[in-house]
């Protein structure tokens, strides 16, 4: 069952869906680490891949960028598609000297001023929470594979780019106490909420607001394999 986004037929991606933001990123996944891999989508060029990471199936597909987009991807998963569990694997900026380029987040709640739950299901909170079971899993994870995965209080920003009146990222962390940002994981939280699933939000460090240090964009799908691998070992414990 095809959807306006998605031509892939119904069975076609496993229970538990590894979803980047970047469909390169998608392709490297599924290129790098997954087996009898089979393209399951294409349209709009958000790549979609399933295959299987040590013997069990795993599906992995981009998003595209902000709430909007994930959004539709993921409900679609959620509702059509039969996928029980959503692991955002994306790329965040630091807002603390706590959390420096290339470490590996675990996101604890994500904050946003968006309306995206407001108007999709009636939810007026600000904060919204990762599925408790699958963070339990990846905490363990990644205690076993040696990586040093910080959990922390993530903010899912509309704006990329601001104003210089609006006071800038300084500004922004004092009022929403967060620890570090990026566009996608408070309305992935709300469908799986909405629709009874799964999913919790991944993240690599590409540049901090505190140093100015950043990862030049070619390099990133590349520079995040001890994220993705943290990602394919929870999915397959699920």
């Given at each position: 069952m095809a959807t306006p986004h998605n031509?892939?037929?119904?069975?076609d991606f496993a229970k538990t869906v590894l979803m980047p933001g970047d469909p390169l990123r998608a392709k490297f996944v599924a290129d790098n680490f997954l087996e009898d891999v089979k393209c399951v989508n294409t349209v709009r060029n958000c790549l979609g891949f399933t295959g299987t990471y040590k013997g069990v199936p795993?599906?992995?597909m981009a998003s595209g960028m902000g709430m909007p987009s994930i959004g539709i991807y993921s409900y679609e998963l959620f509702a059509f598609y039969d996928v029980e569990n959503i692991i955002r694997i994306g790329s965040a900026g630091s807002?603390?000297?706590?959390?420096?380029v290339l470490d590996v987040v675990i996101s604890e709640s994500a904050f946003s001023e968006s309306t995206f739950a407001?108007?999709?299901?009636?939810?007026?909170?600000?904060?919204?929470?990762?599925?408790?079971?699958?963070?339990?899993?990846?905490?363990?994870?990644?205690?076993?594979?040696?990586?040093?995965?910080?959990v922390a209080k993530v903010h899912s920003s509309d704006q990329f780019y601001t104003a210089p009146e609006m006071g800038g990222w300084k500004a922004v962390k004092e009022r929403c106490g967060c620890d570090c940002v990026e566009m996608e994981s408070f309305a992935l939280f709300n469908?799986?909420?909405?629709?009874?699933?799964?999913?919790t939000c991944?993240?690599?460090?590409?540049?901090?607001?505190?140093t100015s240090e950043e990862i030049p964009a070619?390099?990133?799908?590349?520079?995040?394999?001890e994220m993705m691998k943290l990602a394919l070992e929870t999915a397959i414990a699920l």
């Open positions: 031509e892939a037929n119904k069975g795993v599906s992995v807002y603390t000297d706590k959390l420096n407001k108007f999709t299901n009636g939810v007026e909170e600000k904060t919204l929470y990762p599925s408790k079971k699958i963070n339990d899993i990846a905490i363990a994870k990644a205690k076993e594979l040696g990586i040093n995965a910080k469908n799986a909420n909405m629709l009874g699933k799964n999913a991944m993240l690599t460090i590409s540049d901090s607001f505190v070619e390099e990133r799908q590349k520079s995040f394999t």
